[in-house]
């Protein structure tokens, strides 16, 4: 099964906003509420940011958002800061018998 | 401190097998699905494998199917990752992770990810 769809890069100022999508199928993001979205720095692990398509764990800044429309996810980050520097990827669950399956992960870069 | 630490990594021939373990603490583990995630040098997340937190559901996916075998012991707070067949496109780390919530199925978001064990497969 194919990746979920995301802009290989995006790139804002301090204090704007940005908007990453993640498009799948009705198979995956349009066809469940189960997308997540994950932030890593170089070297690190990955780290849970969203859950179920605009759940916040607790200790995430509200600085992000998530959304869905249709078969794409979107993950809004406002007041953009530099330590917001970093790959996100978006997963969703899969109806196919893989269970879950990754966005290839987007490189924001803080200008 | 909840913590999941993996072991077992290291270069392997073509063909060959490897065991990866993952060593939990600070949560109660046998309430909790497992999974694996991989990320080959340079690039994106590739989910592996999961496990229900009683070890009775598994999932794969299909780049790994009928050659690895993710399976856990409760009394040892311990999940593993059984590879065979090892091919070069299986080089990667290898993270061990949690579900975010405890529930007798397997879940889809993660909120613990271990430092990862880098696997190579190489002649």
């Known amino acids: 099964q194919s990746a979920l769809t995301q802009p290989a890069s995006v790139s804002g100022s301090p204090g704007q906003s940005i908007t990453i999508s993640c498009t799948g199928t009705s198979s995956d993001v349009g066809g469940y509420n189960y997308v997540s979205w994950y932030q890593q720095h170089p070297g690190k692990a990955p780290k849970l940011m969203i859950y179920d398509v605009s759940n916040r764990p607790s200790g995430v800044s509200n600085r992000f958002s998530g959304s869905k429309s249709g078969n794409t996810a979107s993950l809004t980050i406002s007041g953009l800061q530099a330590e917001d520097e970093a790959d996100y990827y978006c997963?969703?669950?899969?109806?196919?018998?893989?269970?879950?399956?990754f966005g290839g992960g987007t490189k924001l870069t803080v200008l | 401190e909840v913590q999941l630490v993996e072991s077992g990594g290291g270069l392997v021939q073509p063909g060959g097998s490897l065991r990866l373990s993952c060593s939990a603490s600070?949560?109660?583990?046998?309430?909790?699905?497992m999974h694996w995630v991989r990320q080959a040098p340079g690039k994106g997340l590739e989910y592996v494998s999961a496990i229900s937190s009683n070890g009775g559901s598994t999932y794969y996916a299909d780049s790994v199917k009928g050659r690895f075998t993710i399976s856990r012991d409760n009394s040892k707070n311990t999940l593993y990752l059984q590879m065979s067949s090892l091919r070069a496109e299986d080089t990667a780390v290898y993270y061990c992770?949690?579900?975010?919530?405890?529930?007798?199925?397997?879940?889809?978001?993660?909120?613990?990810w271990g430092q990862g064990t880098m696997v190579t497969v190489s002649s």
């Open positions: 992770v949690k579900d975010l919530i405890a529930a007798a199925g397997v879940g889809d978001a993660f909120d613990i």
């Open positions: 600070g949560f109660t583990f046998s309430s909790y699905a």
């Open positions: 997963s969703s669950y899969t109806s196919s018998s893989t269970l879950l399956i």
